[in-house]
């Protein structure tokens, strides 16, 4: 089953050029390139600089996601921001994994199951959104937790498994050390997206393992892309074995 995997760091739905709020520019985008998961970073919800909207909620309603899931991982003085993920396929278990390396930030992976069938069989794809630290040792430490977390570490070396999200890999070094020793392939390569405006660094990124195969990726490409937050969104099709 072919499927299109979206990560974006939406910047709390405020642009990349004129800091204004504006969350209608987000869904345009993601309405676009129309995915059937989206990884989503930097979601606000109750926070007053977005109007105390529930982000995630919001997007949901706006774009036709039946199935959505919201991780809490900075807690500010009004409301939090964190993690998303959206489906059009039915999507359960959601958990998060703890990532934090005192005394940096609080992080988290966002992890869910999406439910897929072809009318014949039916197959679950493991999938996780994150957004990593800024320092270089942090990340190397948090995907390490990650990789030997059960919601990924227990699973069949088949089992479908796509990860997305800011992983500010500055120097690119993140996959070669960890994500290809752990199985995965990029999706995406050394694809810039930020600043959004002119991208100079690949910070975001899809990684898979098991029974799926790359069709095409790319970065978002329209003039919205490029103000509607401080990152490009990256799209993905990839082809899940399912029967």
């Not at 479908?160 to 290809?180: A, E, I, Q, S, T």
Request: hydrophobic share 40%.
């Amino acid at each position: 089953m072919l499927m299109k995997f979206l990560t974006y760091n939406i910047h709390k739905g405020i642009g990349g050029v004129d800091r204004r709020y504006r969350l209608d520019r987000i869904v345009e985008v993601i309405r676009h390139y129309d995915p059937d998961v989206a990884f989503l970073q930097e979601v606000d919800d109750g926070v007053p600089r977005s109007r105390g909207d529930c982000q995630v909620a919001m997007l949901a309603e706006a774009l036709g996601y039946h199935w959505s899931a919201f991780q809490a991982n900075v807690r500010l003085r009004h409301g939090h921001y964190g993690n998303a993920i959206l489906s059009r396929y039915p999507m359960s278990n959601a958990c998060d994994v703890e990532l934090t390396v005192r005394p940096k930030k609080r992080r988290q992976a966002l992890v869910g199951h999406v439910r897929l069938s072809d009318g014949h069989a039916t197959r679950t794809v493991v999938v996780a959104s994150l957004h990593l630290g800024l320092a270089d040792f942090e990340r190397r430490m948090q995907l390490r937790r990650l990789l030997k977390h059960d919601t990924l570490a227990s699973h069949h070396a088949h089992t479908p498994v796509v990860v997305g999200g800011d992983f500010n890999d500055v120097w690119g070094r993140l996959g070669v050390k960890l994500m290809h020793p752990g199985g995965f392939n990029s999706a995406t390569g050394h694809v810039r997206t930020f600043p959004a405006r002119l991208p100079l660094r690949a910070l975001d990124a899809i990684y898979y393992r098991g029974d799926v195969t790359l069709h095409r990726a790319f970065a978002g490409h329209t003039d919205l892309c490029r103000v509607a937050s401080d990152h490009l969104p990256l799209v993905a099709h990839l082809e899940v074995q399912v029967g």
